[in-house]
T-cell receptor, first 110, second 117 residues
Framework: AAGVIQSPRHLIKEKRETATLKCYPI?????VYWYQQGPGQDPQFLISFYEKMQSDKGSIPDRFSAQQFSDYHSELNMSSLELGDSALYFC?????????FGPGTRLTVL | GQQLNQSPQSMFIQEGEDVSMNCTSS?????WLWYKQDPGEGPVLLIALYKAGELTSNGRLTAQFGITRKDSFLNISASIPSDVGIYFCAGQLRNNAGGTSYGKLTFGQGTILTVHP
């Protein structure tokens, strides 16, 4: 069965640079979620979109923005990167029940 | 905000033993989910619970949605080496709209499981 696709899988950036993470949900799933997971931490909710509209917002810095496009894929844009932004970023998708995670993007900020 | 307390933080067991872990919340959820995560990988959904009191099995895994809607437990029977990993509980307040449902997940701190052959 098709799973959530995330790209890139690994990303290395310098401080103050920008990064764009992409997420392709499971086909027919209409809701996308973004989570951030620091080393040894549990995933923390950032933002979600239902039918291309923002449905909820968590502890997402103002330097980050996201959107969901007409084909339901989503992009997380991160600007003015800081060392503390280094983490695993997961996208998850859902339709009715359950929430299914992608393999993640490991962002390293140097 | 909502907080989930997951225990134990870690477990070291022998192959063949049973395992039990649980999560408690300061507030109510209408959905409980259990995930397993391998290092550097995405969480994999193991079991989902949608009704208070519900008891659900998936192979050697059994999970229950507490009657108060503030807790859940996961049992693994007859553990095997490939059960090694980090197990997370997650609570969700699902919103229903037009045949679909959505809602962010709040995770527990995770239980690190080590299985000795």
């Amino acid at each position: 069965a098709a799973g959530v696709i995330q790209s890139p899988r690994h990303l290395i950036k310098e401080k103050r640079e920008t990064a764009t993470l992409k997420c392709y949900p499971i086909p027919r799933h209409d809701t996308v979620y973004w989570y951030q997971q620091g080393p040894g931490q549990d995933p923390q909710f950032l933002i979600s979109f239902y039918e291309k509209m923002q449905s909820d917002k968590g502890s997402i810095p103002d330097r980050f923005s996201a959107q969901q496009f007409s084909d339901y894929h989503s992009e997380l844009n991160m600007s003015s990167l800081e060392l503390g932004d280094s983490a695993l970023y997961f996208c998850a998708s859902s339709l009715t029940l359950g929430q299914f995670f992608g393999p993640g993007t490991r962002l390293t900020v140097l | 905000g909502q907080q989930l307390n997951q225990s134990p933080q870690s477990m070291f067991i022998q192959e063949g033993e049973d395992v039990s872990m649980n999560c408690t919340s300061s507030s109510i959820f209408n959905t409980w989910l259990w995930y397993k995560q391998d290092p550097g990988e995405g969480p994999v959904l193991l079991i989902a619970l949608y009704k208070a009191g519900e008891l659900t099995s998936n192979g050697r895994l059994t999970a229950q949605f507490g009657i108060t809607r503030k807790d859940s437990f996961l049992n693994i029977s007859a553990s095997i080496p490939s059960d090694v990993g980090i197990y997370f509980c997650a609570g969700q307040l699902r919103n229903n709209a037009g045949g679909t449902s959505y809602g962010k997940l709040t995770f527990g701190q995770g239980t690190i499981l080590t299985v000795h052959p």
